[in-house]
């Protein structure tokens, strides 16, 4: 007997959850519904990246023996930045293995 209860009150809580879940409830506002994205210009200039190319290779020609660990560290976040700033301006496309295989099999079945 209480075994069977307990798969009645299992079955009404599963049965009562899947219509809980099946309103999808809008959780944008109304000004995030009628917002207009704005396409920025990340493309890094040429003066950019000769400045950026030449502050790397201050660095890596630069002793760093007689740094302290804080200045060490500092160049070492500077470089990441650049890195960063270099990544988000570049558009590169990265392209898997087994992908190019299926690239280079359609153009050959298809030309």
């Known amino acids: 007997m209480k075994r069977s209860i307990f798969f009645i009150v299992a079955l009404i ?12 409830l809008d959780s944008k506002s109304e000004a995030e519904k009628n917002a207009v994205p704005v396409k920025t210009e990340t493309k890094l200039t040429d003066a950019e990246i000769d400045r950026i190319t030449k502050r790397v290779d201050e660095i890596r020609e630069m002793d760093k023996s007689d740094l302290t660990a804080e200045e060490k ?39």
Do not use: D, H, P, R
Request: glycine share 10%; charged share 20%; hydrophobic share 50%.
């Open 13 to 24: 809580f599963t049965l009562s959850s899947s219509m809980a879940f099946a309103s999808k």
């Open 73 to 111: 560290i500092e160049l070492k976040n500077e470089l990441k930045e650049m890195k960063k700033e270099v990544k988000k301006g570049g558009g590169t496309i990265y392209i898997g293995g087994a992908t190019l295989i299926l690239i280079i099999i359609l153009l050959i079945l298809l030309v």
